[in-house]
Antibody, heavy 122, light 111 residues
């Protein structure tokens, strides 16, 4: 059974960079047709896709965050990571990592991590 | 303001059938498949419907999805108390370089 687990600091200071890692177990991050994505959810609000990466390094980012986001992959560790720079209180959210099936016109997140709350505060 | 539009709330009594709508545009629902996610309180979202109307293994057939033009719907029949959750629609949007867009979510209350 595929499992994803987010890890990283739960508190980040304003203007600093948020860094999270998603560890994948029970399957290979190099699997064909799968991207690996980050989605966030501010407290009491809806879901927002941040971006997704393929094992080759190809990425998609949401336009509103593209200038501040970097998603990278480490196939040797079966992990992928998120960096969000110049954070403000508006970036406070639960951050989820998920497997992103993106092939043949299908596009969905079928496995999700449990999520990690990141608070931006001094 | 979400790209996909959902009603903020819906409700029904046990055993009833409820539907949740999701409205988009030609660049997202109109040209790509729609997915639905269920988020129970305090948990991560779970894929409920993919490719407009397909259920992943383990999802009861009480849940069904449909799409027409630039709109989609999620139907839940035989409503149960454990269905009380937030429901989100999502689709790929072809505008700019492409992105995943979500609806704002619908909170379903079982009365």
């Amino acid at each position: 059974q595929l499992q994803l687990q987010e890890s990283g600091p739960g508190l980040v200071k304003p203007s600093e960079t948020l860094s999270l890692t998603c560890s994948v177990s029970g399957g290979s991050i190099s699997s064909t047709s799968y991207y690996w994505g980050w989605i966030r959810q501010p407290p009491g609000k809806g879901l927002e896709w941040i971006g997704s990466i393929y094992s080759s390094g190809n990425t998609y980012y949401t336009p509103s965050l593209k200038s501040r986001v970097t998603i990278s992959v480490d196939t040797s560790k079966n992990q992928f990571s998120l960096k969000l720079s110049s954070v403000t209180a508006a970036d406070t959210a639960v951050y989820y990592c998920a497997r992103h099936w993106r092939y043949s016109g299908y596009d969905y997140f079928d496995y999700w991590g449990q999520g990690i709350l990141v608070t931006v505060s001094s | 303001q979400s790209v996909l539009t959902q009603p903020p709330s819906a409700s029904g009594t046990p055993g009833q059938r409820v539907t949740i709508s999701c409205s988009g545009s030609s660049s997202n629902i109109g040209s790509n498949t729609v997915n639905w996610y269920q988020q129970l309180p305090g948990t991560a979202p779970k894929l409920l419907i993919y490719n407009n109307n397909q259920r992943p293994s383990g999802v009861p057939d009480r849940f069904s999805g449909s799409k027409s033009g630039t709109s989609a719907s999620l139907a839940i029949s035989g409503l149960q108390s454990e269905d009380e959750a937030d429901y989100y629609c999502a689709a790929w949007d072809d505008s700019l370089n492409g992105s995943v867009v979500f609806g704002g979510g619908t909170k379903l209350t079982v009365l």
